[in-house]
C-alpha cells in the first residue's frame, strides 16, 4: 500500500519519555522549570470561554505578540514575516513539503539534528549531507552549487554539539547556496546571538525556532518561523488548516509576553549549564563548549554506550547517540541544579 520510499526509511525515533515521576529525565533538552504562570492562566480562559470553535487557522494574537518583541533585531518585521506550527518540527515539514521534489537534494551537516534524514526520505529526496570539520565549522563544500540542491538545513545551535556559527558565517553560506537556506534556531535563546537579521537581506533564508526548550512548553506544540512576507505566504498554503490549537496559541502568546520569567529561567539554566561543564571536565569528560541547553560529551576512557546504560538503570536518562563514521556520545540536558547534583553523584559512584 505504501510508498516505497516509506517503507525503506526507519522512520525518526524520539528520544526515550518514560512514565513516572521515579526518572531524572536528561535526555531530550526540556527545560527543567515550569512555565510561566501566566501560560496556565491563558489556557483557563480559553477552556472557560469553550472550544467548540476552531481556533485562529493564522494564529493572529502570537504573531502580533512576536512581531512586537523581535522588532528590536529585525525592525521590518510584521506579523506578514511570520508563520505558527506545531512545533519547529511541523515547520520543517512544512518547508520541504513545499520546496522539495522526488529526486532533489537537501543539504545538512551530520552529526546533526537526525530529523532531517526523515524528512528527505518522507519526500523521496537525496541526502546531501556534509560533516562538520573537528572544530564544529564546515567547510566551503557546504555552500557548494549543485543542480539537484533545493533546500539546506543548519541547526544553529547545532545538536547534539552545542556549537553555533557567527551570523557573518552563516550569511556568506546563505549567499553563495543557490537554495533556500533554513536556520534552525531551536536552542537560540540559550546562545550569545542569532540569524534573524540575515532575513532582512536576502529572502532565500528561513529562521525556525520553538517555544518548547527556552520557554518550557515542549508538552503545548508551538514554534514558529521567520522569513520575508512573500516566502510566508507561500508556505502558508502547505501548512494544515489549522495546525495551532487555540489553547497552544493562546499559551504561547502568554509565553513570549512573560519577560521576567523567561530572563529568569535563562539565567538559571546557563549557571548550571557553566557548572555541569566544570563539573564534567573535572572528572575527566571531553565536553565541547555549549550554547544550548545541553552538553555533548566523552566519558573519560570512551564507552559512552556502556556509561549510558548504567545511568539508565540508576533511574537517569541522558542521551545515546551514534553517527556512524561520525563518533557517538552522550548528550546531557541541562536540568535543575538537584538533578545535575544527582548526575554528578551517580558518575561518582561508577567512576572505577
Given at each position: 500500500?505504501?510508498?516505497?520510499?516509506?517503507?525503506?526509511?526507519?522512520?525518526?525515533?524520539?528520544?526515550?519519555?518514560?512514565?513516572?515521576?521515579?526518572?531524572?529525565?536528561?535526555?531530550?533538552?526540556?527545560?527543567?522549570?515550569?512555565?510561566?504562570?501566566?501560560?496556565?492562566?491563558?489556557?483557563?480562559?480559553?477552556?472557560?470561554?469553550?472550544?467548540?470553535?476552531?481556533?485562529?487557522?493564522?494564529?493572529?494574537?502570537?504573531?502580533?505578540?512576536?512581531?512586537?518583541?523581535?522588532?528590536?533585531?529585525?525592525?521590518?518585521?510584521?506579523?506578514?514575516?511570520?508563520?505558527?506550527?506545531?512545533?519547529?518540527?511541523?515547520?520543517?515539514?512544512?518547508?520541504?513539503?513545499?520546496?522539495?521534489?522526488?529526486?532533489?537534494?537537501?543539504?545538512?551537516?551530520?552529526?546533526?539534528?537526525?530529523?532531517?534524514?526523515?524528512?528527505?526520505?518522507?519526500?523521496?529526496?537525496?541526502?546531501?549531507?556534509?560533516?562538520?570539520?573537528?572544530?564544529?565549522t564546515l567547510s566551503e563544500?557546504?555552500?557548494?552549487?549543485?543542480?539537484?540542491?533545493?533546500?539546506?538545513?543548519?541547526?544553529?545551535?547545532?545538536?547534539?554539539?552545542?556549537?553555533?556559527?557567527?551570523?557573518?558565517?552563516?550569511?556568506?553560506?546563505?549567499?553563495?547556496?543557490?537554495?533556500?537556506?533554513?536556520?534552525?534556531?531551536?536552542?537560540?535563546?540559550?546562545?550569545?546571538?542569532?540569524?534573524?537579521?540575515?532575513?532582512?537581506?536576502?529572502?532565500?533564508?528561513?529562521?525556525?525556532?520553538?517555544?518548547?526548550?527556552?520557554?518550557?512548553?515542549?508538552?503545548?506544540?508551538?514554534?514558529?518561523?521567520?522569513?520575508?512576507?512573500?516566502?510566508?505566504?507561500?508556505?502558508?498554503?502547505?501548512?494544515?488548516?489549522?495546525?495551532?490549537?487555540?489553547?497552544?496559541?493562546?499559551?504561547?502568546?502568554?509565553?513570549?509576553?512573560?519577560?521576567?520569567?523567561?530572563?529568569?529561567?535563562?539565567?538559571?539554566?546557563?549557571?548550571?549549564?557553566?557548572?555541569?561543564?566544570?563539573?564534567?571536565?573535572?572528572?575527566?569528560?571531553?565536553?565541547?563548549?555549549?550554547?544550548?541547553?545541553?552538553?555533548?560529551?566523552?566519558?573519560?576512557?570512551?564507552?559512552?554506550?556502556?556509561?549510558?546504560?548504567?545511568?539508565?538503570?540508576?533511574?537517569?536518562?541522558?542521551?545515546?547517540?551514534?553517527?556512524?563514521?561520525?563518533?557517538?556520545?552522550?548528550?546531557?540536558?541541562?536540568?535543575?541544579?538537584?538533578?545535575?547534583d544527582a548526575l554528578l553523584?551517580?558518575?561518582?559512584?561508577?567512576?572505577?
Open positions: 500500500m505504501f510508498r516505497s520510499n516509506i517503507v525503506a526509511m526507519t522512520g525518526y525515533t524520539p528520544g526515550e519519555q518514560p512514565r513516572g515521576e521515579d526518572v531524572i529525565k536528561l535526555n531530550t533538552n526540556e527545560n527543567p522549570y515550569p512555565c510561566s504562570p501566566t501560560v496556565k492562566a491563558a489556557i483557563g480562559r480559553v477552556c472557560q470561554a469553550g472550544l467548540q470553535k476552531y481556533p485562529d487557522p493564522s494564529a493572529t494574537e502570537f504573531r502580533e505578540a512576536a512581531a512586537e518583541l523581535l522588532a528590536s533585531e529585525l525592525p521590518a518585521i510584521t506579523p506578514e514575516w511570520i508563520l505558527c506550527g506545531n512545533g519547529s518540527d511541523d515547520l520543517l515539514t512544512i518547508i520541504t513539503r513545499a520546496l522539495v521534489d522526488s529526486g532533489d537534494h537537501i543539504r545538512f551537516p551530520r552529526p546533526s539534528y537526525v530529523l532531517y534524514d526523515t524528512l528527505a526520505a518522507i519526500q523521496g529526496a537525496e541526502c546531501d549531507v556534509v560533516n562538520f570539520q573537528a572544530d564544529w563544500r557546504f555552500a557548494k552549487h549543485c543542480d539537484k540542491l533545493r533546500l539546506a538545513f543548519l541547526a544553529n545551535p547545532n545538536s547534539p554539539s552545542g556549537t553555533v556559527l557567527a551570523a557573518d558565517d552563516v550569511a556568506k553560506i546563505a549567499t553563495a547556496l543557490p537554495c533556500p537556506l533554513v536556520v534552525d534556531e531551536a536552542y537560540v535563546d540559550f546562545a550569545d546571538g542569532n540569524c534573524l537579521s540575515l532575513v532582512a537581506d536576502n529572502e532565500r533564508v528561513i529562521i525556525t525556532r520553538t517555544l518548547s526548550k527556552s520557554y518550557a512548553l515542549a508538552g503545548l506544540r508551538f514554534g514558529f518561523a521567520v522569513a520575508q512576507p512573500q516566502v510566508i505566504a507561500e508556505l502558508g498554503k502547505v501548512k494544515d488548516s489549522y495546525n495551532c490549537d487555540a489553547l497552544a496559541i493562546a499559551g504561547a502568546t502568554a509565553a513570549i509576553r512573560d519577560r521576567a520569567w523567561f530572563d529568569r529561567t535563562r539565567a538559571a539554566v546557563l549557571a548550571t549549564r557553566a557548572r555541569l561543564l566544570a563539573e564534567l571536565r573535572a572528572r575527566g569528560f571531553e565536553c565541547v563548549d555549549s550554547q544550548a541547553n545541553f552538553v555533548w560529551c566523552q566519558p573519560p576512557g570512551g564507552a559512552p554506550r556502556a556509561l549510558y546504560e548504567q545511568l539508565k538503570a540508576a533511574g537517569i536518562l541522558v542521551r545515546y547517540m551514534d553517527y556512524g563514521d561520525c563518533g557517538d556520545g552522550l548528550r546531557i540536558t541541562v536540568g535543575t541544579d538537584a538533578q545535575i553523584a551517580k558518575l561518582d559512584d561508577l567512576a572505577p
